[in-house]
Nanobody
């Protein structure tokens, strides 16, 4: 089970840190990722991280790379997404994700709303 938290309503320029807690898995063996679903658009990849945290991956966007940071704490079975300098266009439902033996697992999502 993947459970996201940390979303909310913020103003442009604010920061948020999303968390995703995992249970029922050997978390330290899982690559983890964050996706987001913007209104009226397809769900899109935001960031990913290797099981040991040594490698991180980001969407092919200079803007996201500059403002978002993915990290994890394997002792707490949690992956984070630090989002800085938030913009109204970051408004979306953010989902935690992991593939296990080729099967995708998703959290329920957490809403992030950025007002201008």
């Amino acid at each position: 089970q993947l459970v996201e938290s940390g979303g909310g309503l913020v103003q442009a320029g604010d920061s948020l840190r999303l968390s995703c807690s995992a249970s029922g898995y050997t978390f330290s063996r899982l690559g983890m990722g964050w996706f987001r679903h913007l209104p009226g658009k397809e769900r899109e990849f935001v960031a990913g991280i290797s099981p040991d945290g040594g490698r991180t991956y980001y969407a092919d966007s200079v803007d996201i790379r500059a403002r978002f940071t993915i990290s994890r704490d394997n002792a707490r079975n949690t992956v984070f997404l630090q989002m800085n300098s938030l913009k109204p266009e970051d408004t979306a439902v953010y989902y935690c994700y992991t593939p296990i033996r080729g099967v995708p697992y998703w959290g329920q999502g957490t809403q992030v709303t950025v007002s201008s």
